[in-house]
Every structure is written in C-alpha cells, then in structure tokens.
C-alpha cells in the first residue's frame, strides 16, 4: 500500500511552505560520481538491473484491444508486447525461431496472429508456432519448441503495463505501486525522441523543483512556484508535487471543498526509468530507454486526464497544454541534460552534488546503487 499524501494534505503543506518560505528537505546531501553517467561498465550493470526488474513497458491504454501489440527495444532488447484473446498481456522476445527476423519493426497495431516478414511462420497472440510454410522441409521440428519466447514475467497493475525479462533480483517491488492511470485515460499521442544525454540526467530533471526560476525562467516559471515542492518516497519510487502560483485560489475555499487538480503538477517517479506526469489537462508516461552511457532514447505516451477532476476541457486544450509542456519546458530540460553530458568529459568534477531540496533524486541514487550492489 502507498503512504501518498492526501491532495488535501499535500495542498496544506504547500501553503505551510509558501507562507515560511520553506521546501521539503531530505537529511543528506549526495556527491554521485561522474564516472557513473560515463562509464561503459556502470552503463552495463545498469541494464542488467533494469532487465531484473518490473519496468513500465507502456500504459495499459496503450494496449487496449485483444491483438493490440508493441514493440519496440526495452533495456536493449527489441520485444513484442501483446494482448492475448484472453485480455492477458504477454511479452516475447520480438525473434523469429526460425533465422531470427524480428516479427515486427519498431511499431504498433493490432492483428490476429504474428506473420514473420522473411518465411512467414506464423504465430499466435500466445507465441504458439501455428503454422510453417513448407513444413516437410523441416522433419524433426517440433512446433511446441519453436513458439516465441517468453520474458520472465509480465505484470499490468494500476494502468500501466510492468516487464521483467530477466530473473529478477528481488520480489515484490510492486506492492507500493499507486493508482497510476484509470480506465477512462486515453493515449491521445506516442512519440519517441532521441538525446546525447545520459538516461539519469534526463530523469534527474522532472526530480526536482529547484530550477523553475532559473531554468524554465520564460516558460513555468510565470505559472510556477520556485524550489516549494512535498517530496514523498514509497519503495523505491517517489512523487514530487510542483505548486503552481494559482494554488492561492484555494485559500478561499473550505478545506473539504477544494480540488486540487490544475492547481499542481504531480510527478511520479517509477524507479528506475519512469516518470509520469499529470498536468493541468493531460498526463504524461515518459521512459527513458538508455542506449549507451551517453545516448537516451525517449519513449512518450500522452494520455487525457482522469473525468470529472477539474474543469471538462476540449481536446484543442489538451492538446495546446501538451504542445506547451513540450516545445517549453520540456527542452530546456533536455538541453540542461546535453549540457552537464557535455562538460562531463571536461573532468571540472569529479562528483554531482545534490542537495537536500533535491531529495528526491538522493533517494533515487541511494536505492539504484542498493540494487546494482545486489546483482
Ligand atoms: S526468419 Fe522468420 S520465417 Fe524465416
Ligand atoms: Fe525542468
């Protein structure tokens, strides 16, 4: 069970905050050594973990029709992820078990069966070889060895779909998960995007609170509140809350009549690559795929907000809020990232230091080197 703030509670500590002109602070300060954003040897122990584990692979949204299928690389490794005729999602490894052609490129649909590009043996929703053309040429081979192959586990929970392709290190990583997306979410986009960054300086953007003045000086920071966040940790996952400056409003209504939608961000962070988002008319799932130690590939599903929170709002709103989080705020995070990827090689520090406002990012680190510690 998660131990999230009520929005109630969360709205009260942000107005504690703004009136002492206070932020939630954690109780040490972290030096992560530069080495591990460059490091060959750091980059692959990070991948293991990241295949021993339950990682969000997309939003069950994402999914939604019995045949509906994507694939696409996760932790270096190109899968096929699809819904069975049984509602349930299943996993493979995106190869064909005859030479090896991936079933599918990097794409999504829906199909009935999965027909390989090169020969065409032909697979069903559960993996099951059905049929190989010219099956007398190939005596001795037994159908029931050659469907696809499975990853360890799949898990869809709370709206979002979790994969572990490798044993995994530790069990029940799950179990603080919160409701994360609710059935009537729709993905109204999916993209991908591509950065010389490594994948801990992207996620270490959306942690923290402490840049709105300075970095998003043009874009958030006329509608956001600078370095006043609550930053709560579960397992090994964390939410940060940023307050943005309307939030005063709700001083004038009664404690029990107050909404707090559209008056904060919400940034969930799914250890170790996940970060989902909700803003003031949509919400956002981001992977962040890592390709080598200095090249990041993002996966993006935007996704309409939860019915009746907040005001009803047009999909040409929706859509103009997500074009500002993007084209905005969005890159001049990814910018910062480039940037430190950049003055790394200069050998100017040989640590990042993080703060105590920045907790939320120590606690991340703490709990991945923890994991890398058990592989
Ligand atoms: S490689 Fe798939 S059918 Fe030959
Ligand atoms: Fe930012």
Sequence with gaps: ????????????????????????????????PVENYMSQERFEKEIELLRRMPVPYCPSAALLDKGSYIARKSAGRPLLVVRGEDGVVRAFKNACRHRGMKLKGDESGCTKAFVCPYHAWTYGLDGALKHIPGNEAFPGINKEDHGLVPVHSVVEKNGVVFVTQDEPISEGCLESIPDLFSPEQKVFEQSTMSDSANWKLLGETSMEGYHIKSLHNKSFYPYGVDNINVIETFGRNSRVTFPFRRIEKLREIPREERRIDGMVTYVIQLFPNCHITTLSSHSILIILEPVSPNETEWVVYRLTNKLGNGPARSEADTKKDADFVKNAGLDEDRYAAQSIQDSLETGAN???????????????????????ACL
């Design 1 to 32: 069970m998660t131990t999230l703030l009520s929005d109630n509670d969360v709205i009260d500590r942000i107005f504690q905050h703004i009136d002492n002109k206070t932020t939630d602070l954690g109780e040490t300060v972290w030096k992560e």
């Design 350 to 372: 040989e640590f990042l230091t993080f703060g105590q406002c920045e907790s939320a990012i120590v606690h991340f680190h703490k709990h991945l080197d923890d994991q890398i």
